[in-house]
């Protein structure tokens, strides 16, 4: 069972390129959530879905966009990417949204230069 | 704002001995709380997890326990060893928050042989 997998596992990246990263879970979650990692800022959100089809604004959205086509996808574009993108995402999905726990995957670090 | 705050960015302790991690959070409408452990270069994965209808949970080593008039919930980690140095982060859920999991910063514990 794989679980989450994320794609890329790293990217160097040209300041106003764009960039997809890729999440999919095997697990029919209804939730997923994009978070990015920022050395003492911890997990910060910023864009979920709590079913297929929906997608909602986080806390720090700005500059990357969500799609929920079906229930196992749950891709994060970064249109022109900035040298503050500069982090680790993680995709995390759950049963439904505020129950239980999130399964996270291994994370992608993105650097943009 | 933060709702949800770690405090301590991090804690050392020797091995054997108690281990206590703190996270207090302002939001009265949060109801759910977590704890994830994070290694290095994986996704964070669930540790423990605390219904605000009880003020504490245990599993094996690991015990949370929540204070809801102080909004302080801690996680005590008995015996503590090698294998559990790691980021620890705190995270909480409710109809405050839309149900979407909001996570502390984060505080990193070593414990040393």
């Known amino acids: 069972i794989a679980g989450i997998t994320q794609a890329p596992t790293s990217q160097i990246l040209a300041a106003g390129r764009r960039m997809t990263l890729r999440c999919t879970q095997d697990m029919r979650h209804n939730a997923m959530y994009w978070y990015r990692q920022d050395l003492g800022l911890g997990l910060r959100l910023i864009h979920y879905s709590n079913t297929a089809g929906t997608t909602g604004k986080g806390e720090v959205p700005d500059g990357y966009s969500v799609s929920r086509a079906n229930t196992d996808d749950f891709p994060l574009t970064l249109a022109s990417a900035v040298p503050s993108q500069t982090s680790v995402y993680f995709c995390?999905?759950?049963?439904?949204?505020?129950?239980?726990?999130?399964?996270f995957g291994e994370g992608s670090r993105l650097t943009v230069l | 704002d933060q709702q949800v705050k770690q405090n301590s960015p991090s804690l050392s302790v020797q091995e054997g001995r108690i281990s206590i991690l703190n996270c207090d959070y302002t939001?009265?409408?949060?109801?759910?709380f977590l704890w994830y452990k994070k290694y290095p270069a994986e996704g964070p994965t669930f540790l423990i997890s605390i219904s605000s209808i009880k003020d504490k949970n245990e599993d094996g080593r690991f015990t949370v326990f929540l204070n809801k008039s102080a909004k302080h919930l801690s996680l005590h980690i008995v015996p503590s060893q090698p294998g559990d140095s790691a980021v620890y982060f705190c995270?909480?859920?409710?109809?405050?928050?839309?149900?979407?999991?909001?996570f502390g910063r984060g505080t990193s514990l070593i414990v040393h042989p």
């Open positions: 995390a999905s759950g049963p439904q949204l505020g129950t239980g726990e999130l399964f």
């Open positions: 939001n009265s409408m949060f109801d759910y």
């Open positions: 995270a909480a859920s409710g109809a405050g928050g839309s149900y979407i999991p909001t």
